[in-house]
Structures are given as C-alpha cells and as structure tokens.
C-alpha cells in the first residue's frame, strides 16, 4: 500500500513538472511570434519568463489539488533537472544552469503566491444544515462527498 501512494505522489510530480513546461512551451512561442525574444527585449523578458513559470505552477498546483511543500520542493527539483538537459545539448554551462537553481526557486514561490492571491476564489460561510454536512464529508472520497475515483 505504501508503494502505491509513493508512486502515485511521484507520478503526481512528473504531472506537474510536464504542465509548467508545456504551459512554459506555449506561452514562449507566444512571446516568440510576437517578436518579443532575450535579445530584442533583454529588460521585459526575464519579469515575462518569470510570470509564465509563476502562472504555470500556480496551473499544476490548481490540478493537483495541493499546496504542500514538498510537491512544491518536487516540482523544482524537476525543472532544475529538466533545464539541465540544455548543459548536455551545449545551450548553457554549468555554471549558469547551477545560478538557474535561483530563479526556478523564485519561479516556484511566487508560483505558489500567484494560485493564493489571485486564483483562489473566498470561500462563502455557509451555516445551513446541508452546508455543515457538505463541509465535513468533504474529506471523503467517492460517491458519499460527490467526486469521482478518476
């Protein structure tokens, strides 16, 4: 049992990890065919980078479902990873890809920051009778709380 839940809390990572960079993917060819690149714009492109990674981990934390800090630790540790990739192709050195670790830091908190501000709507106090009951099976899974297994 215990080596299910480790494999799915990894597979819930490597989940996060493809959505920050496929939404990082999208939104630099964006960015690319609005002639908008680190050499036409050295002083916006970085603050720009910096919010598509923000807004890409704040999308993974979204479907995830949580805020820990270790999934937050996790998905880090796997786009520094992931970016190290370009020290192999010859694109960065491993000096920059080390000093990258910085920004992914910075990238990752004000990932989390940006899902608590911006897209997390208040919640309503609801003291009906049907609003208590809703509110402690909440935790349960399956049909009794209204959610799906899958």
């Known amino acids: 049992m215990v080596r299910t839940r480790r494999f799915s809390y990894w597979r819930m990572i490597l989940k996060g990890t493809a959505i920050v960079y496929g939404v990082s993917f999208v939104a630099r060819l964006v960015l690319i065919f609005n002639d908008i690149t680190p050499q036409s714009n050295p002083n916006v492109y970085p603050l720009l980078d910096l919010v598509i990674g923000a807004i890409g981990i704040a999308i993974a ?3 995830a479902h949580t ?3 270790s999934y937050l630790v996790g998905i880090g540790i796997g786009l520094w990873l992931l970016s190290g ?3 192999f192709v010859g694109a960065q ?3 920059r ?3 990258s670790s910085i920004f992914v830091a910075i990238t ?3 990932g989390r920051l940006f899902l608590e501000t911006v897209l997390e709507t208040p919640r309503t106090l609801d003291l009906s009778l049907e609003g208590i009951i809703r509110e402690r099976n909440s935790g349960l899974l399956g049909h009794r709380a209204g959610r799906s297994f899958f």
Do not use: E, H
Request: glycine share 0%.
């Open 85 to 87: 990739t370009s020290v």
């Open 61 to 63: 934390l979204r479907a």
């Open 108 to 110: 990752v908190i004000l």
């Open 97 to 99: 890809w080390m000093v």
């Open 93 to 95: 050195t491993v000096t």
């Open 67 to 69: 805020t820990r800090w």
